[in-house]
């Protein structure tokens, strides 16, 4: 739960590994700008994302697998075939136990083997069902929950370790809310029709689970109720997104002694003693309301309920690992129901995915040996220098800044760590056990693995050289703890970056990227933590209201944009993400006109001039189609706006858009000065 600031949120599909990422099958990324993208017969003062994108979006139709595609996800579907060399490689090689290839292709190939998965059914969670139907005792509530957690099946809540808010230099352990079998407390507590028939649809989907496991249909039935009543009770105690926005907030240090008062009637020391971190020194509570109440379940909730809902959460977190009509039915609730995907990805890209996740470094290091050429490092390492002195004359340039918090945002800005294309050192994975025999099972040590290490860390120095995404991921990241941008090997690609390619268009593209994870540090959330990454107060009073006033601007554009009739976007939600956006284009288009400075006139490309091509390289990346009930996930879920606002949203908001494509003060999407939004 370390928190970090991604360029976009993690796909649909709860996976015990992580996120898993949306691609597709064509390969049509062009080398260069070309105009074949757009769609020329738009007017760009109607729909400026229809007349960059319409081209791209025509020539790639959601594929029914595919409840999202854009260009992030082809980029992500390219990294993905790479990977499938790496690991059919490794998978072929055979090689020597305790090899990173041998881990690499048995964990693949345990996958692949459909016959051994589909024969051994749900044999391979059989025991830890038996055990959790065998509990007669509160006391052995908590022993599954100690187990499950150790395994990251994470019943309740997260047990994490990450850098202290407040003293960025040591690691301390973390609790933050979880138990959630859908995606949000909205989904339990909403009374729309979109979320009562998903309600329908989770029911059906646990009690076909309980059934799949050996109970008759009316057990199931109740088990499936029983569930769904405990987790609206954990729901109308979780915070909302919003509320887990505010860092103040969600910072509770306190010791053991200190938690058992807070949440009296939950045994932690027997808990903590269950996931072998019997003394964890002070821990981070997020939301002291939800862990009382969990407590408070503890006590009240009947033995009976306790075993409906740990069960439940052994089989949902499974499933997806499990036999056929386990995925099936998985997929029927999290990738149909949820989000309006028609089809299931193949089968060798889901435990691609897995592998990935599982071994990532393992992975990432034959990912990057063999796909990142080492000038890529040295032009981003040019870029993000030339954006960072870009983002300084920006802050000089403000008015709504007083002369003292500029000075530290200045320092701020100096301080902000670099990472590029993969971590300096590996992660060692010898302790790790994975064999050809069983795909849960090595989905299992994995996770176990992972635990382990996190633990590992509490009471520990921060490890500064640690990454937290591997390099064959299609994203980016800030880290307001650790001060820091980071920037996978993966996104270092068109049409993000072309290493020989236009300026125009990696500045409207990369620049935009690497200028949106800078202003990350300095927006609604990033400004609470200073340079070095500790929760404090750097800004003056005057400064955060007036911050606070132009921000406002933003919230209420976004909150007008109707997504879907009746639907509209979440400025609130949203703010921090769409300042990035907005940022990092004011950003990067200053870094560029710095980079052209001494460059005589530059040619046209397609009849483009070099500032349309900026903004059209800009708007490319965010070319997408996707489907209604994903508008509608996304809205209520993901803190970035949907591909046609992050267009839309910005772009009008600043002037030499305008300029660039001639469009009028009677086109519809203009602005008039005085209603525009600029921060950075
Ligand atoms: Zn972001």
């Avoid at 591909?643 to 660039?660: D, K, M, Q, S, T």
Wanted: glycine share 6%.
């Amino acid at each position: 739960m370390q928190k970090i600031y991604l360029m976009l949120a993690c796909a649909a599909g709860i996976v015990v590994g992580g996120c898993q990422s949306k691609p597709s099958e064509k390969e049509l990324i062009k080398p260069v700008f070309s105009a074949e993208d757009m769609d020329l017969s738009v007017n760009p003062g109607d729909n400026f994302y229809k007349y960059a994108n319409g081209g791209w979006m025509k020539q790639h139709p959601l594929p029914d697998d595919k409840s999202r595609f854009g260009s992030f996800d082809l980029l992500a579907e390219q990294s993905k075939e790479k990977v499938k060399t790496i690991i059919e490689k490794a998978a072929a090689e055979k090689g020597a136990e305790g090899t990173l290839a041998q881990k690499i292709g048995d964990f693949y190939n345990s996958g692949m083997d459909i016959e051994a998965v589909n024969k051994a059914g749900y044999a391979p969670i059989q025991a830890l069902l038996n055990q959790i139907d065998a509990i007669d005792s509160k006391a052995e509530v908590v022993t599954l929950i100690s187990l499950l957690q150790k395994q990251q099946l994470t019943p309740l809540f997260y047990f994490y370790a990450s850098a202290d808010q407040k003293n960025s230099e040591m690691t301390i352990a973390g609790i933050y809310q979880s138990g959630l079998g859908m995606p949000d407390r909205d989904y339990y507590l909403n009374d729309d029709d979109a979320s009562v028939k998903l309600r329908e649809a989770y029911i059906a989907y646990l009690t076909k689970l309980f059934t799949l496991s050996g109970s008759a249909e009316d057990v199931a039935g109740s088990l499936a109720q029983s569930t769904m009543a405990f987790e609206t009770r954990l729901a109308k105690a979780s915070n909302t997104r919003l509320q887990n926005r505010d860092p103040h907030a969600t910072y509770n240090k306190v010791s053991v002694d200190e938690l058992a008062l807070m949440a009296p009637a939950f045994p932690w020391v027997a808990y903590l003693e269950g996931i072998e971190v019997p003394a964890p020194g002070d821990i981070n509570v997020s939301q002291p309301a939800f862990i009382k109440e969990v407590a408070n379940m503890y006590e009240t909730e009947s033995m009976d309920s306790w075993k409906a809902f740990l069960s439940s959460v052994v089989l949902r977190k499974t499933a997806s690992y499990l036999s056929d009509d386990f995925v099936n039915a998985n997929f029927a609730f999290y990738g149909e129901a949820l989000s309006g995907q028609k089809a299931m990805e193949p089968r060798w890209k889901r435990v691609l995915d897995t592998t990935s996740g599982a071994l990532g470094e393992a992975v990432g290091q034959l990912f990057v040996a063999e796909y990142f050429p080492p000038a890529a490092k040295q032009r981003m390492d040019k870029l993000v220098e030339n954006l960072r002195i870009a983002f300084g004359q920006r802050i000089d340039q403000l008015d709504w800044m007083s002369d003292e918090t500029k000075l530290a945002a200045h320092e701020k800005l100096a301080a902000i760590r670099v990472k590029i294309g993969y971590p300096d050192k590996w992660r060692d994975y010898s302790a790790l056990e994975i064999t050809a025999d069983s795909y849960l099972s090595n989905v299992l040590a994995s996770n176990r693995f992972d635990f382990k290490h996190d633990m590992s860390k509490i009471g520990q120095p921060v490890d500064k050289e640690e990454w937290h995404m591997t390099p064959q991921t299609v994203n980016a990241y800030y880290s307001p703890v650790g001060n820091e941008v980071v920037f996978p090997a993966a996104i270092l690609q068109p049409p993000f970056f072309y290493l020989d390619g236009d300026d125009a268009v990696n500045y409207g593209a990369i620049g935009v990227v690497i200028g949106h994870e800078m202003t990350h540090g300095f927006d609604d959330q990033g400004r609470l933590y200073g340079k070095d990454g500790n929760l404090e107060t750097w800004w003056t009073e005057d400064d955060s209201e007036r911050f606070n006033t132009k921000t406002k601007v933003l919230v209420d554009q976004f909150n007008q944009i109707e997504v879907l009739p009746g639907t509209f976007a979440d400025g609130e939600l949203s703010l921090g993400e769409n300042i990035a956006d907005l940022g990092g284009l004011a950003i990067s288009y200053q870094a560029y006109q710095n980079a052209k400075k001494d460059k005589s006139e530059i040619a046209q490309i397609d009849g483009f001039t070099d500032e349309q091509r900026f903004f059209l390289g800009y708007s490319r990346v965010w070319a997408q189609n996707i489907r209604d009930k994903e508008i509608l996930r996304r809205t209520k879920t993901d803190v970035h706006s949907l591909g046609i606002n992050r267009v839309n949203g910005p772009l009008p908001n600043i002037e030499e858009f305008y300029a660039a494509f001639n469009i009028s003060d009677k086109a519809p999407i203009y602005i008039a000065p005085v209603d525009r939004a600029s921060i950075w």
